[in-house]
């Protein structure tokens, strides 16, 4: 069947096949069910600049789709939309070595561009357990996070420039990788985390850091949930972390089972953390250990002496979310002030014991960052639809525990669809009325990833 956009694009750019419109119709959020009419495939930058004006013109909304590992529905084409596709737009530019700004189209997957940044003796952080899938452009999209943030912050932090192409098919060069650029609204900024619904990012200019020295890896077992600030707290004023992570026993039985490991202290505690620093630090990390021990919050540690062994230890932590796929999680990915962390931790968890006394639950996040995942697993016996809105019905209450002391319902995966909903908790009406507005401006057909993040 001939499509509206079909003169835009070779043979092969544009597919309409059952098994193309569901795989690339989805992201990693399982809950909403994939209906795209299409999916597109631009090779350069004109090409999206066309799409957007065609889509315009023909009223066809479009989806822009990076490597589709989003948790919250922000990359799913649930109502017959187009989805814009940037795998063939995966070629890094450019590389300036006095600048060092790397250069690449949206497509890149973060991977490469950690892998490229090493080549040049340089160092890309933003990093996390998808970065061998994930593309940059839906990185930016996102402002990911991940497991560095603590010393290195968000994507946001490395994006020097963008190219992108607005709802009206106009093309924004934002900021050209400049350090100092006082003329006005950084439109940049506005880009990173808009989850496609302004335009598509086309092209980034990334920031690139120094090589870190080796770092070591620590994990500590920890018997109170509010212990783990005060380990956080000891670390902090003995070195400066790269990582500071946190996950419960429940989550670390799951990943011990799925990658056949073994757990990394002799005897289980019901919460551990997992520290990364530079290991010329190692002498202070020690001591730090030695004086969460004598205070009572830490019962055992172990420490890794070899790059193999960080890895092995980091597998704890990376691998869960992996590893708890198959229990078909609600997800929750909180975030408040670390000061507001202790008082938080203890009303979220008297919440969830009291309304899901059935449910096996399990926690782990970036702590270190005020960032909490909150995952309910479902029970086998219960079917999806009954799992989801049982633990809906739950969600504005512990939505509302965020919103007393001034957190976020979405710290780190977007708000997308699933989110969508629940924003009032998080940004006040007028924050919500000027998101809108600045949408109609820039996208005043209302053709980008319409229904995401805003309704
Ligand atoms: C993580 O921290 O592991 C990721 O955000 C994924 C997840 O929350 O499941
Ligand atoms: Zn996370």
């Keep these: 069947m001939s499509h509206p956009l ?12 059952a098994d193309t419109c569901q795989e690339w119709g989805r992201d990693w959020t399982r809950s909403h069910s994939p209906r795209a009419s299409a999916v597109v495939f631009p090779e350069s930058v004109e090409q999206v600049v066309e799409l957007v004006r065609l889509a315009v ?5 479009l989806v822009p789709s990076g490597g589709r590992t989003g948790l919250s529905g922000g990359a799913v084409a649930a109502n017959g939309e187009v989805v814009v596709s940037f795998d063939r737009m995966n070629r ?14 949206a497509g890149v997957v973060t991977q490469a561009v950690q892998q490229r940044a090493a080549e040049h003796g340089l160092f890309y952080p933003v990093d996390f357990a998808s970065a061998g899938s994930s593309q940059i452009g839906g990185n930016v999209a996102t402002n990911a996070g991940g497991i560095k943030v603590i010393r290195y912050g968000l994507t946001r932090d490395w994006v020097a420039g963008l190219r992108v192409v607005s709802g009206k098919g106009e093309l924004l060069d934002c ?6 650029n006082a003329t006005g609204y950084d439109l940049r900024h506005l880009f990173v985390g808009s989850e496609g619904t302004l335009g598509c ?7 690139l850091a120094p090589t870190p020295v080796p770092q070591s890896v620590m994990v500590v077992g920890v018997n109170r949930f509010r212990d783990i600030l005060k380990v956080l707290a000891e670390f902090q004023a003995a070195l400066a972390p790269s990582a500071f992570e946190f996950f419960s026993q429940v989550a670390l039985e799951k990943v011990v089972a799925h990658r056949n490991m073994r757990p990394p202290l002799a005897q289980p505690t019901p919460f551990y953390a997992l520290l990364e620093f530079d ?17 009572g919050w830490v019962s055992d540690g172990v420490l890794s002496h070899s790059e193999a062994q960080a890895r092995d230890l980091w597998q704890l932590r990376e691998g869960i979310s992996e590893s708890i796929a198959q229990f078909l999680p609600y997800k929750n990915d909180l975030s408040v002030r670390i000061s507001r962390l202790p008082d938080f931790l203890d009303d979220v968890d008297e919440l969830v014991a ?8 399990c926690w782990y996040g970036h702590i270190g960052d005020g960032n909490l995942h909150l995952n309910i697993l479902k029970p086998e016996a219960l079917s999806i639809d009954e799992f989801y809105a049982r633990c809906a019905e739950v969600s504005p209450e512990i939505f509302r525990l965020v919103a ?7 710290a780190e995966h977007g708000v997308g669809l699933l989110k969508r909903d629940y924003l009032e908790f998080s940004r006040s009406g007028e924050e919500l009325a000027v998101m809108a507005a600045l949408k109609q401006v820039l996208d005043p057909a209302q053709i980008m990833n319409p229904g995401k993040l805003l309704a």
């Design 279 to 295: 290991s010329t630090d190692l002498a202070a990390a020690e001591a730090a250990f030695a004086r969460t021990v004598e205070a």
């Design 404 to 410: 007393a002391r001034g957190g976020s319902i979405s």
């Design 175 to 180: 900021n050209r990788g400049l350090v100092k």
């Design 6 to 17: 079909e003169s835009l694009f070779e043979p092969g750019q544009l597919k309409q096949d």
């Design 201 to 207: 990012i086309v092209e980034v200019d990334l920031r």
């Design 92 to 105: 890094i530019l450019e590389f300036d070595a006095a600048d060092r700004i790397l250069t690449c189209q």
């Design 354 to 361: 009291q309304r899901y006394p059935d449910f096996e639950v």
């Design 57 to 61: 013109a023909c009223r066809i909304a």
